[in-house]
Antibody
């Protein structure tokens, strides 16, 4: 059974860089699939941050692209999120996820299938 | 960017009711549409993928339909555990996006 666990500081100062790690158990990242991050500000909806393929190809939310870096460390079976120049608007619960896919007919469909429990990050001085 | 718009934003219903939530994409996304349920303090849970395929373990009272730009999630007979927030998400583009959510509350 695949499990994901987020870790990282719960408090980050404005203008600094938020860094989170997602540790994967029950599956080897290097075997495939996409991995990524979403966030949820207090009382608000889900915002997709970005994804990374096991090979290292990355895909980011255009509104965050200039500040986001997602990377993979296959030796540790982890992937990470860095968000630079944070402000109070970046305060949120951050979730890591695994994307799986299925072939239906001639097409491959992807969906977020496994999630971490989430970690709260507050941006404040 | 593909924008996803859900309606309604909130909905009050009673146990046993049939409920429909709508999701509209800003461009055609074929059937690359997923639905998730989220309860307070919990991670989202996948209900439907590829617009109409039921995820393993999800009760059959949940169903999805649609293609192109217009999609629906239907709960045929609401149960107490179904009161939650529901999100649609497109996977047509590698830049995923979610709808703003529909909060389903007890009447």
């Amino acid at each position: 059974q695949v499990q994901l666990q987020e870790s990282g500081p719960g408090l980050v100062k404005p203008s600094e860089t938020l860094s989170l790690t997602c540790t994967v158990s029950g599956y080897s990242i290097s075997s495939g699939y996409y991995w990524g991050w979403i966030r949820q500000p207090p009382g608000k909806g889900l915002e997709w941050i970005g994804s990374i393929y096991h090979s290292g190809s990355t895909y980011y939310n255009p509104s965050l692209k200039s500040r986001v870096t997602i990377s993979v460390d296959t030796s540790k079976n982890q992937f990470s999120l860095k968000l630079s120049s944070v402000t109070a608007a970046d305060t949120a619960v951050y979730y890591c996820y695994m994307v799986r896919g299925v072939m239906i007919g001639y097409y491959y469909y992807y969906y977020m299938d496994v999630w971490g429990k989430g970690t709260t990050v507050t941006v404040s001085s | 960017d593909i924008q996803m718009t859900q309606s309604p934003s909130s909905l009050s219903a009673s146990v046993g009711d049939r409920v429909t939530i709508t999701c509209r994409a800003s461009q055609s996304i074929s059937s690359y549409l997923n639905w998730y349920q989220q309860k307070p303090g919990k991670a989202p849970k996948l209900l439907i993928y590829a617009a109409s395929s039921l995820q393993s373990g999800v009760p059959s009272r949940f169903s999805g339909s649609g293609s192109g730009t217009d999609f629906t999630l239907t709960i045929s007979s609401l149960q107490p555990e179904d009161f939650a927030t529901y999100y649609c998400q497109q996977s047509y583009s590698t830049a995923y996006s979610f709808g703003q959510g529909t909060k389903l509350e007890i009447k």
